[in-house]
């Protein structure tokens, strides 16, 4: 194999399947309202690093001169995600864009990832987002409950459009919740909290016994350790959240449960109108650890279970420019399909052969080919995807290229069917034909 690993390339029936799986996401974004953008694959590296510095400098792909070597690294990168060139992009076009900005970019990013199993080094992301200038937008979650739902609205699509029983399950949480309640845990130590919030962000990867360990090395008590675990661990409904917004004298962590009934009353209302049943898990254990997300954060698997890697997530932010601009202060809410990932969790149950048909191929034959390319080009002209055999070959020949190719029907128009002027259509999967005028 010549190809570099861990960068997709699919065969042309699966590539057909990925094109569609965007398309039904670039419908559904441009329904409700998103424009959308693109932005170049190359950023400065200071706005690349201006959010996780180190840690994001192991993720990113540098360039350089290639006759030059490594000692002429250039100033600029490729991107690793869509969202720090959208924060770029609204300084640099603030006063031509209209707030609120509904935005959506559907584009590959490039990681320094472990090729494995829904990771790898290229990839696809479908990101949407809303991102205002007005403080009082601040308070209305109609936004966070629209921006999740079409989320889950094109998952939920893409699994009907090619008949999957595999249901997307949406993790959701509040990071307030876990925030004022780790301040009334373990006090107001920004630095330990944020360690600690990065912890819980994993435990679903990790042992009980892991993460006891790995809590301990924060220099937090076992007793506490436990608190934590027991409440990051409760199945709780949207019922439980009045009495549990009682537990805990905490402004932060009531303003969480709040926001988080707020925004499921509202999520489930717009489910309504579209005749939609999502399946909701509120989940204190989704923190999302980034810590520029402020409100509403989640994740959606396409399991119960959350076995696999989540296939869409986000949530609300605040100063999403901050770290770009310390004068600007702009916030929204977003999320992001992993695309890739979500084609290579549902490609083996997609038999691809039946979604590159082509509608009609056309069989060649000599003495009438230039009727028959004129035939063909009324097809194609009605929108049908169409394909001429280019020589004249046995018929045998002709018909099994149209068998590899897919073909719905076949296109018979000898020198008999020219002087009767019809042509005849050959269903391939059943044999039926049927006789027209031409």
């Not at 009334?184 to 993460?211: A, H, P, T």
């Not at 959240?241 to 009934?261: C, H, M, P, Q, R």
């Not at 279970?305 to 977003?334: H, I, M, Q």
Request: aromatic share 14%; glycine share 6%.
């Amino acid at each position: 194999m010549y190809k570099v690993g861990g960068f997709g390339e699919y065969s042309y029936q699966q590539q057909e399947v990925l094109n569609k799986i965007i398309s039904i996401i670039e419908k559904n974004y441009k329904n409700f309202g998103y424009q959308n953008i693109d932005t170049p694959a190359v950023e400065r590296n200071s706005i690349l690093l201006s959010k996780g510095g180190e840690e994001t400098s192991k993720q990113i792909f540098g360039l350089y001169g290639l006759a030059q070597g490594g000692s002429d690294l250039k100033d600029y990168s490729l991107r690793f995600d869509l969202t720090i060139p959208f924060a770029r992009y609204v300084l640099d076009w603030k006063d031509k864009i209209p707030f609120p900005f509904k935005r959506y970019q559907i584009d590959k990013v490039r990681r320094g990832e472990r090729q494995q199993k829904g990771r790898f080094k290229e990839f696809i992301q479908a990101d949407v987002d809303i991102i205002w200038d007005d403080d009082k937008f601040n308070n209305v979650l109609y936004y966070d409950a629209e921006v999740v739902f079409l989320l889950y609205k094109n998952l939920s699509d893409i699994m009907q459009s090619f008949c999957l029983e595999n249901t997307p399950v949406l993790f959701v949480n509040d990071k307030r919740i876990i925030d004022g309640f780790l301040d009334s845990v373990i006090g107001d130590d920004s630095d330990k909290k944020q360690k600690m919030i990065d912890l819980i962000d994993k435990s679903e990867k990790i042992s009980k016994q892991k993460f006891f360990e790995l809590a301990g090395q924060l220099c937090i008590s076992e007793e506490y350790v436990q608190k934590i675990y027991n409440f990051i661990s409760r199945q709780v409904t949207y019922k439980d959240l009045d009495y549990i917004s009682t537990e805990f004298s905490n402004d932060v962590f009531a303003e969480g449960i709040n926001s988080l009934k707020l925004f499921l009353s509202n999520f489930n209302n717009i489910g309504e109108k579209f005749e939609i049943d999502p399946k909701i898990v509120i989940d204190f254990s989704i923190v999302r650890g980034l810590d520029y997300y402020t409100g509403i954060v989640f994740e959606t698997f396409l399991d119960k279970n959350k076995s696999t890697s989540s296939v869409a997530s986000g949530g609300r932010y605040e100063n999403l420019t901050y770290y770009l601009d310390p004068k600007t202060n702009f916030s929204g809410v977003g999320g992001s399909i992993g695309v890739s990932r979500l084609f290579d969790f549902i490609k083996d149950s997609i038999n691809s052969q039946g979604h590159n048909n082509i509608d009609y191929f056309f069989i060649n034959f000599e003495d009438t080919f230039p009727d028959v390319v004129s035939l063909a080009y009324k097809f194609i002209q009605d929108g049908y995807k169409v394909e001429i055999y280019p020589v004249c070959d046995k018929l045998k020949k002709q018909m099994q290229l149209a068998n590899r190719k897919n073909a719905k029907n076949v296109v018979i128009m000898g020198e008999k069917e020219k002087l009767n002027g019809v042509y005849t259509i050959k269903e391939m999967s059943s044999g039926e034909e049927k006789i027209y005028n031409i």
